[in-house]
């Protein structure tokens, strides 16, 4: 199949259930639904917190692409962008249950490639078949 590329624009994040739900209809990733419910779901409420200030006026922009074997979303938000940010590989047992810090470690452990340009968070998760049996 040949690459499909869509974009939906998000004002708040009351409705990402919903939007996140579509998403997984359309691309056909029933088996990766956890997955990706978890990583939109970190990721949209990331921008929204921390890009857009949690103002519900401003846009946050979902672009996706995908194909048989990969889905590679970009959340872009209306901030001034990421400023010193590391995507840690582990949360110490002090911080797991802290309130904030741990969103882009989870969307880290759960994709194939994580990326940070500036106000957008680009993530790619493989779908294929062959993939899939690496993690069984």
Not at 10 to 19: A, C, F, M, P
Not at 61 to 77: A, G, M, P, T
Request: proline fraction near 1%; charge should be neutral.
């Amino acid at each position: 199949m040949e690459a499909r590329e869509k974009e939906i624009i998000i004002y708040g994040i009351k409705k990402r259930n919903e939007i996140i739900d579509r998403i997984i209809e359309d691309i056909k990733a029933y088996d990766y639904s956890f997955d990706i419910r978890l990583i939109l779901t970190e990721a949209l409420i990331n921008a929204y917190k921390h890009g857009n200030k949690s103002e519900a006026d401003k846009p946050i922009y979902l672009r996706y692409s995908y194909d048989d074997n990969k889905v590679r979303f970009e959340i872009e938000d209306s901030g001034n962008g990421f400023r010193n940010v590391t995507i840690p590989d582990q949360v110490s047992d002090e911080k797991i249950l802290d309130d904030n810090g741990r969103g882009l470690f989870l969307i880290k452990s759960i994709s194939d490639r994580i990326e940070i340009r500036e106000n957008t968070l680009i993530i790619q998760k493989y779908l294929s078949k062959k993939r899939k049996e690496g993690y069984s």
